[in-house]
C-alpha cells in the first residue's frame, strides 16, 4: 500500500481482543497501518471502501508454524530432497498465494532445504510473489543424525557448533531460530520420545538467536528436550508432545508459549493409510496423537500461552488449510475466543510482530467472514466464502459482489 493510501472497511462487526466478542465499528486505515477504530458511520473518506455489510472483520490469522516450501504431499520428503531448487521456488509461490488467500497474513516457517524459505520471504517482501508476511528461520539447526537432517536442519554439536550454525542462519538473513531439541515423526530411525541437543547446546542457541532480538523456537516432542529447551530459554515449544507437571510448571515459570501442530499428526493419522503416507510415519504419528491431545489439553487447563501453528508442509498438511488447526485447538479445550486470539493477538505476542490486533499503529491485516467464528470456528476454515482478505491496508481478495467494494465513499 502506498504511504498515503486509504482504506475504510465499513459496516462491519470488528473483532475487540481485550472484549473477546465483536461489536459494530469502522476502521481507518492509511499507509498499511490501522489509524484508528470508529463508532459505525463515522469512519469519514478513503480512497478505497470496503463495505463490509454487517460481516465479521478479524485480525488477520498468525501461523507460527509453517513449512510452506512444502505442498504437503504424502511423500513430502522425497519432494523436498529430489526436485531442483527451482521446481521448489515455483511451488513454493503458489504456496504462499494460497496461504494468504485463506486469510493467514503472517506466518514462520520454521525450515526449508536450500532455506528456501529466506528467499520467499524477500521475494513477497519485494512484492514480486503475492504471499503473507514471514518470518523465516533459514534451516533448523539439529545434532548429527537429528532430526530434520538431510532435509530442513543443519547438523551441529557441541555448544560453539551450535552458536556457529545459529550465525550461519543468520547471516543468511533468518528472521526466526528454530533448534530441534528432540526426536520426530517424519525422520526415519529417530524417535520423538529421545531428547537430542543438551541444555548446553541449546542454551548456546538460544543466547545467538536473541543476541539478534530473533525469536526461538524449539521443536520438542520428547519430555527431556522440552524440559532443556525451556530451561535454555527458548520461545516457544513446537509440537509438546509429552508434557509432564514440571514441564508445565517450567512453562509457566518462564512464560513459554505452546505450539502444538495438532494438525500435523492428525492428518497424517486420519488421511495417511489411503493417500500413501510411508508407513513408519503413520505408524509414528499413532503413537503420539493421544498423548499429544492429553498434553495440550493439560497445557491449556495450566494457563500455558498458546499461539497457532500448523506444521504445514507434513504429509497431508496443506497450504492454505491452516485455519483448520483453530478447531482442533477448540476440540482440545480452547474456548473459541481463546482459539481465535491464539491464532492471531497472542501469536503476534509470540513472534513480536505488531499485528493480531485491530488496534491504532498495527498492521492493516484482515480476514472478513460472512459467519461469526464464535459461534461456528469452521466459518475461519472456509476461505471461499471470506467476504474479504486485506494485507497491509490493500485488499487482497474479495467476494465478487459488485457493490461490495467501491472506489469512493
Ligand atoms: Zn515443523
Known amino acids: 500500500m502506498p504511504p498515503d493510501a486509504t482504506l475504510l472497511i465499513r459496516g462491519g462487526l470488528v473483532f475487540d481482543t481485550a472484549g473477546r466478542s465483536f461489536r459494530a465499528a469502522d476502521v ?63 511451488k513454493a509461490a503458489e504456496h504462499a498465494r494460497r496461504t494468504l488467500h485463506a486469510g493467514i497474513t503472517t506466518v514462520r516457517d520454521l525450515g526449508a532445504a536450500e532455506r528456501l524459505n529466506i528467499d520467499l520471504a524477500r521475494a513477497i517482501e519485494a512484492g514480486v510473489v503475492e504471499g503473507p508476511r514471514m518470518l523465516a528461520a533459514g534451516l533448523g539447526v539439529t545434532m548429527t543424525g537429528g532430526h530434520g537432517h538431510g532435509f530442513i536442519a543443519r547438523e551441529a554439536d557441541g555448544p560453539d557448533e551450535v552458536r556457529k550454525a545459529v550465525r550461519e542462519q543468520l547471516r543468511a538473513g533468518a528472521t526466526a531460530i528454530k533448534l530441534f531439541a528432540s526426536g520426530g515423526v517424519l525422520t526415519a530411525g529417530v524417535d520423538p520420545r529421545s ?29 527431556d528436550g522440552i524440559k532443556n529447551a525451556i530451561r535454555a530459554g527458548v520461545d516457544s515449544i513446537e509440537h509438546g508432545v509429552w508434557l509432564d507437571e514440571e514441564a508445565l510448571a517450567l512453562m509457566l515459570e518462564r512464560g513459554t508459549y505452546m505450539v502444538a501442530t495438532l494438525t500435523a499428526p492428525w492428518a497424517m493419522a486420519t488421511h495417511g493409510p489411503d493417500e500413501g503416507v510411508p508407513q513408519y510415519m503413520i505408524d509414528k504419528s499413532n503413537a503420539v496423537l493421544e498423548d499429544h491431545a492429553r498434553s495440550f489439553e493439560a497445557a491449556v487447563r495450566a494457563g500455558v500461552r498458546v499461539a497457532m501453528g500448523t506444521d504445514q508442509g507434513t504429509p497431508l498438511n496443506r497450504p492454505g488449510k491452516n485455519a483448520q488447526e483453530i478447531l482442533r485447538m477448540a476440540e482440545h479445550g480452547l474456548s473459541p475466543a481463546s482459539a481465535l486470539l491464539a491464532a492471531t493477538a497472542w501469536a503476534a505476542d509470540l513472534l513480536k510482530v505488531p499485528a493480531g ?8 491485516d484482515f480476514v472478513v467472514l460472512p459467519r461469526d467464528p464464535l ?30 467494494i467501491g472506489g469512493t465513499k
Open 375 to 404: 459461534t461456528d470456528l469452521s466459518a475461519l476454515a472456509d476461505s471461499d466464502a471470506f467476504t474479504a482478505v486485506v494485507k497491509g491496508g490493500s485488499i487482497v481478495r474479495a467476494a465478487p459482489r459488485e457493490n461490495s
Open 195 to 223: 531428547p537430542s541437543f543438551t541444555q548446553e547446546e541449546l542454551t548456546a542457541g538460544v543466547e545467538e538467536a536473541h543476541k539478534a532480538f530473533r525469536v526461538v523456537g524449539a521443536h520438542a516432542q520428547a519430555t
Open 357 to 364: 490486533r485491530i488496534e491504532a499503529g498495527k498492521q492493516a
Open 28 to 90: 481507518r486505515c492509511a499507509g498499511g497501518l490501522i489509524e484508528a477504530v470508529l463508532p459505525p458511520g463515522e469512519g469519514g473518506a478513503a480512497a478505497t471502501v470496503l463495505d463490509a455489510g454487517g460481516a465479521f472483520v478479524l485480525p488477520g490469522l498468525i501461523d507460527c508454524h509453517v513449512h510452506i516450501t512444502s505442498a504437503g504431499e504424502a511423500a513430502s520428503l522425497n519432494t523436498m530432497v529430489h526436485e531442483t531448487p527451482a521446481l521448489r521456488a515455483w
